[in-house]
Nanobody, 126 residues
Framework: QVQLVESGGGLVQAGGSLRLSCAASGRTAKNYAMGWFRQAPGKEREFVATISWSGSTTYYADSVKGRFTISRDNAKNMVYLQMNSLKPEDTAVYYC???????????????????WGQGTQVTVSS
């Protein structure tokens, strides 16, 4: 069983930066691919970024590529999302998730992620 707790959300002006953190409990968490998803008001949850268990491979949604960076520290059981050049359309609740299955390619499908955090709110003002 893996538990995930996000932190670091808040209110920021457009063009600003935030770093989200995800603390994972459970010894096996370091073996899982991890992802970030977000859900804006009135919209479906969408994929943001994912990282392999080793941290060597990452994959991003086109909407955040070049602005967001996902990383992890397995020694601390932490996953991060550095968000730069934030836009009002980045406003959403951001969720950390864990994919426990071994896959050839990283997944952007939320149905492949078994464990989810409670989310942290990010609000970008114009």
């Amino acid at each position: 069983q893996v538990q995930l707790v996000e932190s670091g959300g808040g209110l920021v002006q457009a063009g600003g930066s935030l770093r989200l953190s995800c603390a994972a409990s459970g010894r096996t968490a370091k073996n899982y691919a991890m992802g970030w998803f977000r859900q804006a008001p009135g919209k479906e949850r969408e994929f943001v970024a994912t990282i392999s268990w080793s941290g060597s491979t990452t994959y991003y949604a086109d909407s955040v590529k070049g602005r967001f960076t996902i990383s992890r520290d397995n020694a601390k059981n932490m996953v991060y999302l550095q968000m730069n050049s934030l836009k009002p359309e980045d406003t959403a609740v951001y969720y950390c998730a864990a994919d426990p299955r071994s896959r050839r390619f990283l997944s952007s499908q939320e149905t492949n992620y078994d464990y989810w955090g409670q989310g942290t709110q990010v609000t970008v003002s114009s």
